[in-house]
């Protein structure tokens, strides 16, 4: 099992069915557990999962509609309940602490955690979370509100150590770290010993970008460029293109046409709309994967690996 994963917990858009819960996703990377998006049903989706909601540290919503926020009262009820300490941060536009915050002191009151409010300028891509393997940057979206998706990237890795090489050499272990990182060794007469002959090429680093909800949009394209993963809206197939763009979403076509211009290397389609079947789902899929063949439909407990 990889370090870096995504899980599915929501795919289908704002009008209720059978079929999915609204948006949310999971993001594990090295244990550490991130929330996209918390539509009606999270916490359903997560026991399903057998994801245990106290370990999410940040959540992240990228827009104030319904289907990808009205979960968020009952998730913090539910972690105040259970006597969660420390901080939960909730990274959204700056109305959300607004919204939520009377929501909270209302249902939740004397919380045993601190819950933090972060707001991002959806206008601009920016790092919004950091740490020292990983950057979260917001992706700006087109949408009938403010909107932004998300992109997680891992940051450069460290060079494989090549352990004898460097006892050969009587290289003292606490400069292992530096050699990792690239430097050099110089022995006592002088000589330096490159670093290519005492590591090897790091692990290649993963990227995965969130991208709901949005009308068509090729300005994020150099910012999601080469990605491992994307998610990619999907809510209408494109005969339906006009109703898309109107209420400010994408269609199949659409969602695949960006994977191909990106050059990503696979997309995962959803948000469907309720009017789709199963096999309304599989056109999606179809015509997604007439521009860009490695597409797969979202579906609650799909895990994704990076």
Same mark, same amino acid.
């Given at each position: 099992?990889?370090?870096?994963?995504?899980? /599915?917990l929501g795919?289908?858009?704002a009008?209720?069915?059978?079929?999915h819960?609204?948006?949310?996703?999971?993001?594990n990377h090295?244990?550490?557990l991130?929330?996209?998006?918390?539509?009606?049903?999270?916490q359903?989706a997560?026991?399903?999962n057998? /994801?245990?909601?106290?370990? /999410?540290?940040?959540?992240?919503?990228?827009?104030?509609h319904? %289907?990808h926020c009205?979960?968020?009262?009952g998730l913090?009820?539910t972690?105040?309940?259970?006597?969660?300490?420390?901080?939960?941060?909730?990274?959204?536009c700056?109305?959300a602490?607004?919204?939520?915050?009377p929501?909270?002191d209302f249902f939740?009151p004397q919380?045993?955690?601190?819950?933090e409010?972060?707001?991002?300028?959806h206008?601009?891509?920016?790092?919004i979370y950091e %740490?020292?393997?990983?950057?979260i940057?917001?992706?700006p979206l087109?949408?009938?509100v *403010?909107c932004?998706?998300f992109?997680?990237?891992?940051? *450069?890795?460290?060079?494989h150590l090549?352990?004898?090489?460097c006892?050969?050499?009587?290289?003292?272990?606490?400069y292992?770290?530096?050699?990792t990182?690239?430097?050099d060794?110089?022995m006592?007469d002088?000589?330096?010993?490159a670093n290519?002959?005492l590591t090897? %090429?790091?692990?290649?680093?993963?990227?995965?970008a969130y991208?709901s909800?949005?009308?068509?949009?090729e300005? /994020?394209? *150099?910012?999601?460029k080469?990605? %491992?993963?994307?998610?990619?809206?999907?809510t209408f197939?494109?005969?339906?293109s006009?109703?898309?763009?109107?209420?400010g979403?994408?269609?199949?076509?659409?969602?695949?046409?960006?994977a191909?211009?990106?050059?990503?290397?696979q997309l995962v389609?959803g948000?469907f709309s309720s009017?789709?079947?199963?096999?309304?789902?599989?056109s999606?899929l179809?015509?997604?994967?007439s521009v860009?063949?490695?597409?797969v439909?979202?579906?609650?407990?799909?895990v994704?690996?990076l």
């Amino acid at each position: 099992m990889s370090d870096f994963s995504v899980t /599915i917990l929501g795919c289908g858009s704002a009008k209720p069915s059978l079929r999915h819960y609204t948006s949310a996703q999971l993001v594990n990377h090295r244990s550490n557990l991130f929330l996209i998006d918390c539509g009606e049903g999270v916490q359903r989706a997560m026991l399903r999962n057998g /994801i245990s909601m106290h370990k /999410i540290g940040h959540i992240f919503l990228s827009h104030l509609h319904g %289907d990808h926020c009205l979960g968020l009262v009952g998730l913090i009820s539910t972690l105040g309940l259970g006597q969660r300490t420390g901080k939960i941060v909730i990274h959204a536009c700056s109305d959300a602490e607004r919204v939520f915050r009377p929501l909270f002191d209302f249902f939740c009151p004397q919380l045993s955690m601190e819950v933090e409010f972060q707001a991002f300028d959806h206008t601009k891509s920016e790092i919004i979370y950091e %740490d020292k393997s990983l950057e979260i940057i917001t992706i700006p979206l087109h949408h009938r509100v *403010p909107c932004a998706g998300f992109l997680f990237r891992e940051k *450069p890795k460290p060079r494989h150590l090549l352990v004898e090489e460097c006892q050969k050499y009587d290289i003292p272990t606490a400069y292992y770290q530096g050699i990792t990182m690239g430097r050099d060794w110089t022995m006592a007469d002088g000589t330096v010993i490159a670093n290519a002959d005492l590591t090897t %090429d790091p692990s290649p680093s993963k990227s995965y970008a969130y991208c709901s909800d949005t009308i068509y949009a090729e300005s /994020i394209v *150099p910012i999601i460029k080469g990605c %491992d993963l994307l998610y990619h809206e999907a809510t209408f197939a494109n005969d339906l293109s006009a109703i898309s763009k109107e209420r400010g979403h994408s269609t199949a076509l659409e969602a695949g046409t960006i994977a191909r211009l990106a050059e990503v290397k696979q997309l995962v389609i959803g948000h469907f709309s309720s009017r789709y079947d199963e096999e309304g789902e599989q056109s999606l899929l179809a015509e997604a994967k007439s521009v860009f063949e490695n597409t797969v439909l979202a579906k609650e407990r799909k895990v994704l690996e990076l």
